[in-house]
């Protein structure tokens, strides 16, 4: 055998040795749990401008079991905002859930506290909701939510 034959097979079977003695990573990957995909499943909000006191219902619909993570109202207020209060849901069978104290955030141009906002991770059956804000006197709605006040809900389904 030639010297460069046998230097490339002693190469080759050093490469090999090397490979193989590297760790496998998968099982840290495999280990690692699932974050659910949160998602809007309710807007509807609008970039317009808006007035107080929603004229009608604010309503949405769950076809099937949701997480609610996080759930906001809009307080524009003539630029003044609100100091936040609390959000509550009711379903169309009469179950309550909530009222939650909320924080709030500001909007836009900094109006304090322009956004009420709850987080957590609430199971709701599959129905139809309304939301119940504490103030609707300042909560926003415009003819883009045709007079409902505005509200943004977010979450996940298993």
Partial sequence: M???RL????IAGLVCIAVASIPSLSPA???TPVQPRVVKFFDNGNIYAVQNQ???STMFTLSKPTHLTKLTTYHWNDGFGAKAGTIALRKS???TY???DTDGLPGQGGVPSAYWVVEGDLELPAGTYTVIDSDPSTWSQNAGTR???MVIAEG???
């Fill in 54 to 56: 929603p004229t009608r």
């Fill in 93 to 95: 069978t009469g179950e």
């Fill in 156 to 158: 996940y389904r298993e």
């Fill in 2 to 4: 030639s010297p460069f």
């Fill in 98 to 100: 909530g009222p939650w």
């Fill in 7 to 10: 230097a490339s097979v002693i």
């Fill in 29 to 31: 990957f495999a280990q």
């Fill in 147 to 149: 007079g409902a006040g």
